[in-house]
């Protein structure tokens, strides 16, 4: 099992830039997959970025060349920086966690990106 504990959304303008930290109970290497999702109301909550515990890193295309996924073993923590963001990245963010055959999420955080 593991707790996720997510900070550092907000509002921001576009083309402006917010870095998202997912705080965990446990060794990051510990967990198979970390990443972050997004949601708006009314959808379904979509991968925006994930990290395997070997390094390996996927993104939406909505979203490569802009956001990156990265983390900090020390600090248990992973991390994703937006730049270039635009009004359509608006949603809440939840960091997710994969254990095995178990899926973990964090309370989500809400980002709002102005036009």
């Known amino acids: 099992q593991v707790q996720l504990v997510e900070s550092g959304g907000g509002l921001v303008q576009a083309g402006g830039s917010l870095r998202l930290s997912c705080a965990t109970s446990r060794s990051i290497f510990s967990i198979n997959v970390m990443g972050w999702y997004r949601q708006v109301p009314g959808k379904q909550r979509d991968m925006v970025a994930t990290?395997?515990?070997?390094?390996?890193?996927n993104y939406a295309d909505s979203v490569k060349g802009r956001f990156t996924i990265s983390r900090d073993s020390a600090k248990k923590t992973v991390y994703l920086q937006m730049n270039s963001l635009k009004p359509e990245d608006t949603a809440v963010y939840y960091c997710?966690?994969?254990?095995?055959?178990?899926?973990?999420w964090g309370q989500g955080t809400q980002v709002t990106v102005s036009s």
């Open positions: 997710y966690a994969r254990i095995s055959t178990s899926a973990y």
């Open positions: 990290i395997t515990s070997g390094g390996t890193t």
